[in-house]
């Protein structure tokens, strides 16, 4: 079962990111072949200069909106999830139980494009990068409300009850007590939303037209038309996309499955 569970995932997984890079490093004519094999002559250089000089560093500026989108996304989801799973799990009421349905609901409701935008238009955040990390918080914030209740569940309240006694206010006791406990959950929604986020193509492509404000994902599709003869290029790109969030799965892998599991039985 382990040998035919690691050949699927070679298959699936390995072959073809090997393939992605052997394109890359090939000559214009041997790309248009689509064939998986050795490159007679290895341009790796030469493609990898060429994608990120292209459409006057397109690519750096991309990389540099997607960063800043990420971060700052990111970084709602964890203060604002965190807050609210806090409050969910700490003050059951009437109106908690309604919060938590509608959270739920954000889990399965897809997202309409057209009143969002016509939202963002009258707040004045269509196409910027500020509306764009809205939407980001917006769409993820039911996964990790979600995940930071399950975990906060697993807290005993006479943390809680200890830093009142000692006169602490309650954002002091969520910042102070609660918050440095959630260390396993908060990374492994760091990890997991960072590369959801970074790897994001539909939302940009909808809340985020032009070229000013490209991201990562949407250099893919702006070279398309560019590189169309070119697929070596085109799969350089692609590797440049594709290798941040690899090497942040790889090294955080860990830690993903620690914090989904930490808060599944309580301690």
Not at 166 to 171: E, R, V
Not at 190 to 206: E, G, H, K, M
């Amino acid at each position: 079962m382990g040998i035919a569970a690691t050949a699927v995932a070679f298959v699936v997984f390995i072959l073809p990111f090997l393939f992605t890079f052997l394109m890359a490093v090939k000559t214009k004519k041997e790309a248009a072949l689509f064939l998986f094999s050795w490159p007679s002559e290895w341009h790796f250089w030469a493609n990898l200069t060429e994608v990120i000089k292209a459409r006057n560093y397109m690519l750096l500026l991309a990389y540099f909106n997607s960063t800043v989108i990420t971060v700052a996304a990111v970084a709602g989801l964890v203060v604002f999830g965190a807050m609210v799973g806090y409050v969910l799990q700490r003050r059951p009421s009437g109106w908690n139980r309604v919060i938590y349905a509608g959270v739920l609901m954000g889990l399965m409701v897809p997202p309409a494009v057209v009143p969002t935008i016509w939202v963002l238009q009258g707040l004045g955040l269509f196409k910027t990068i500020h509306g764009m990390v809205l939407i980001q918080v917006a769409y993820g914030l039911a996964f990790s409300v979600l995940l930071y209740r399950s975990f906060i569940g697993t807290i005993p309240r006479d943390l809680d009850e200890a830093a009142i006694i000692d006169g602490a206010k309650p954002l002091a006791i969520f910042f102070k007590v609660i918050l440095p406990l959630l260390k396993p959950v908060t990374v492994t929604l760091i990890v997991v939303q960072s590369i959801a986020i970074f790897n994001d193509f539909t939302n940009p492509l909808y809340y985020l037209p032009g070229k000013d404000n490209v991201t990562v994902q949407l250099t893919l599709f702006n070279f398309q038309s560019q590189f169309q003869s070119q697929f070596n290029l085109l799969f350089m790109n692609i590797l440049l996309v594709t290798i941040p969030p690899l090497l942040v799965f790889i090294f955080f892998n860990r830690q993903i499955v620690a914090g989904m599991t930490a808060g599944a039985v309580k301690g």
